[in-house]
């Protein structure tokens, strides 16, 4: 996890927005550290209100960061000037969640690939040709996708553009919001093998915003469960999601149905009722879970938990992770409990 | 949509009928119709905020919809409003009563949704996706707000989804579309053990769920094609692995593979011979 020389360090990332004079600002991230290394893929999960697409945004230098430093290959680009924002743009890049909105659709798509590669150099037009269809058949479009409009294509076509525009000028992390909750399940699929595949090909580095647990644990190394702004559980994909430790995570982890008649039947039994309250606690200092958990205690509503390492190497924020754990070697029976 | 025929634009019925209760909807003229939308037949839509008029406070547009169907006070709508909000499970009905949808989260106006459809006592309730827009934990709740719902009153429930996961939580049957056609319809379980359409064998194959790390996803190449490009033959053969000549030539009728079981496949037994090739 402490890597040498992470490509990505954020560290004690804090994010407010203003919500007008009589009201205090709303902290959408709240003291945020994560690395990422070359050609891994972190998922930043949660609900919406998060914070998960905040911290992307942070990343890219469009969101206001009250406090914390985000390092990029060793360079502090918290708030890195226009000029240095534009050439980091090269190796920083991000795919949207809506490929309807994200590409423009008055351009072909040669046109918005190929005014990538012209927006700081001038490249001959034979060399713009071929760069773009190389592109064009790394992501799986027919070649003749160049002269044709956003219009013209398919859900999934579109996404494979977004992702070919985000790749053309050969960036090292590409961040990646909820990249294909926008598209049919067959579809999905096709677009995640793709990104697996340009991984390798690219060596690229995720970071991979998603709300959708199944479609992390396919593609993330590992995974960040996020809830009001903070870390609740940050470690080892497989390890979060067979076996969770915060209460939160179980509690995400069992909400996603899954597709299988009688295994939901009795997931359905001894899954967590959860509150309908999603509000903040009111005590600054309260785990901002506590409202909505089970096993919530006085001690949560008045103290912060601090992100304490497990034995099995993950991070907790939580105060009761040791009885927890303890008391529940299945993840099943801690919903049963309540 | 044309079950209750709010098709939009230019849409149109040109042929079968459409039995609810005993009447054929698609021959009803209009206004025996509008007795039918609301009060025998609820819907509840994808996006509850859009479904909602954003002008007028909630509690007003519930209202405005009981008395279309009930024909009550104003004061006994307002109560019934209040009512209905609460038998959705909202926390202090009076006040999310006063409230606008804006004032709302994503869960709280697909319930607000969920009461003004239940305002006539449907029969039946049509939910067209009704959690895809909604958070996974918030999902769960409104599934279990339908069971109960489903329960109490004795509805049905059609619902309209891509969620293999919201299927297997909430129905009983399931009959899978692709490209204008029914091409498989099952009970719950026998559907998802054993498909006998290659589309909903590869369609579940395709679910992250299923998928275990470190493979290549199963996918289906290519796309759903639009309406009015559909090929001949089987619509789906031009994606299937299955697909033979006799495929091509001409429509493919529902058959009759067991009981209760319907597939829009000519090769469902060389699917059956599959299956246990899939199912680890």
């Known amino acids: ?338 | 949509m044309s079950l209750i025929r709010l098709l939009p634009g230019d849409g149109e019925i040109v042929g079968g009928r459409i039995v609810f209760d005993g009447r054929d909807l698609a021959c009803l003229p209009e206004k025996e119709l509008r007795r039918v939308r609301g009060s025998e037949i609820g819907l509840i839509s994808q996006e509850p905020m859009v479904s909602l008029n954003p002008a007028f406070r909630v509690g007003w547009q519930l209202a405005l919809s009981v008395r279309t169907h009930d024909g009550l006070s104003r004061r006994a709508a307002h109560a019934r409003a209040v009512e209905l909000l609460r038998s959705v499970h909202l926390p202090d009905p009076e006040l999310v009563a006063r409230r606008y949808p804006h004032e709302l989260s994503g869960g709280m106006a697909q319930r607000v949704a969920i009461a003004r459809a239940l305002a006539g006592e449907p029969k039946l309730l049509i939910a067209d996706e009704p959690t895809t827009a909604l958070d996974v934990t918030v999902q769960a709740e409104i599934l279990e707000l339908l069971r109960e719902l489903q329960r109490e009153r004795g509805m049905a429930i059609l619902l309209v989804t891509h969620d293999w996961g919201v299927v297997a939580d909430l129905c009983d049957r399931a009959v899978v579309m692709y490209a204008g056609q029914v091409v498989e319809r099952a009970a719950l379980t026998p559907l998802f053990r054993e498909p006998l359409h290659p589309y909903t064998r590869a369609l579940l194959l395709s679910d992250p769920h299923n998928a275990l790390g470190g493979d290549e996803l199963p996918w289906i190449p290519g796309g759903v094609p639009k309406p009015g490009f559909w090929p001949q033959g089987c619509h789906f053969h031009p994606r299937c692995r299955y697909a033979t000549e006799a495929c091509r030539q001409r429509p493919i009728p529902l058959e009759h593979p067991a009981d209760a079981r319907q597939t829009r496949c000519i090769h469902h037994d060389r699917l059956h011979h599959d299956q246990l090739s899939v199912v680890q």
């Open chain 1, 1 to 338: 996890m402490s890597d040498p020389a992470p490509l990505l360090d954020v560290r004690g990332l804090t994010v407010e927005y203003s919500r007008g004079r009589r009201r205090p600002p709303l902290r959408a991230v709240d003291g945020v550290s994560f690395s990422l290394a070359n050609q891994e893929t972190v998922a930043l999960v949660g609900e919406s209100g998060s914070g998960k697409t905040t911290i992307g945004r942070a990343i890219l230098g469009l969101a206001p960061v009250m406090a914390g430093e985000i390092r990029f290959d060793g360079e502090e680009i918290t708030h890195a000037r226009h000029r240095r924002r534009r050439e980091l743009s090269a190796d920083l890049q991000i795919v949207f969640q809506d490929p309807y909105s994200s590409l423009n659709p008055t351009r072909t798509i040669g046109q918005t690939l190929s005014e990538v590669l012209r927006a700081r150099a001038r490249p001959s037009r034979d060399e713009v040709q071929e760069r773009v269809r190389a592109m064009l058949e790394h992501v799986g479009l027919p070649a003749d996708a160049e002269q044709r409009y956003p219009g013209h294509f398919s859900g999934g076509q579109r996404q494979r553009v977004a992702i070919a525009r985000a790749l053309m000028k050969q960036p090292r992390l590409v961040i990646c919001d909820e990249p294909t909750s926008a598209l049919d399940l067959s579809v999905q699929a096709q677009v995640l093998n793709l990104l697996r595949r340009l991984q390798q090909e690219f060596e690229l580095s995720y970071l991979f915003i998603s709300h959708d647990l199944a479609v992390v644990r396919y593609l993330a190394h590992r995974i960040i469960v996020l809830y009001h702004g903070r870390i609740m559980e940050h470690g080892d994909a497989r390890e979060v999601y067979t076996n969770p430790t915060h209460p939160y995570t179980l509690a995400l982890l069992d909400a996603v149905p899954v597709p299988d008649p009688d295994l939901q039947q009795r997931r359905r039994t001894t899954r967590l009722r959860s509150a309908l309250t999603n509000t903040p606690p009111e005590h600054p200092n309260a785990c901002p879970f506590a409202p909505r958990c089970p096993h919530v205690i006085n001690h949560c509503t008045t103290s912060r938990p601090s992100l304490d390492t497990t034995p099995s190497g993950t991070l907790v924020a939580c105060h009761r992770w040791r009885e927890l754990r303890s008391s529940n070697s299945t993840s099943q029976a801690l919903g049963a409990t309540n």
